[in-house]
């Protein structure tokens, strides 16, 4: 599986950004797929996934109601759509995907088996 994530940039804060992350592969759709984010000088943290089906999301507090995550598995493609967004976003992000559709471990990196190149998010005050 190869995953190519786009649509980052600049946004001001208070402003909308809505990352996309297109795979190859033909089993995408059985995959849970996640975004993950490193700021600098952090560690790589959990921002939010989504089951193969998308009847399961999971966020990480500080995005919750401002990020949503969704999927087309028609089209092998998975979104992070960011409202809302804070300084504090600003990081690289990157989407993984886990080749366990019935993991327990969806927010941990270790978890995930292929990732992208990540995209940069930079949102000024």
């Known amino acids: 599986v190869q995953l190519q994530a786009s649509g980052g940039g600049l946004a001001q804060a208070g402003g909308s950004l809505r990352l996309s992350c297109a795979a190859s592969?033909?089993?995408?759709?059985?995959?849970?797929m996640g975004w993950f984010r490193q700021a600098p000088g952090k560690e790589r943290e959990f921002v939010a996934a989504?089951?193969?089906?998308?009847?399961?999301?999971y966020y990480e507090d500080s995005v919750k109601g401002r990020f949503a995550i969704s999927r087309d598995n028609a089209n092998n493609t998975v979104y992070l759509q960011m409202n809302d967004l804070k300084p504090e976003d600003t990081a690289v992000y990157y989407c993984?995907?886990?080749?366990?559709?019935?993991?327990?471990?969806?927010?941990?990196?270790?978890?995930?088996?292929?990732w992208g190149q990540g995209t940069q998010v930079t949102v000024s005050s």
């Open positions: 989504i089951r193969w089906s998308g009847g399961s999301t």
């Open positions: 592969g033909r089993t995408f759709s059985t995959y849970t």
């Open positions: 993984a995907a886990d080749s366990n559709p019935n993991s327990d471990y969806v927010t941990w990196a270790f978890e995930y088996d292929y």
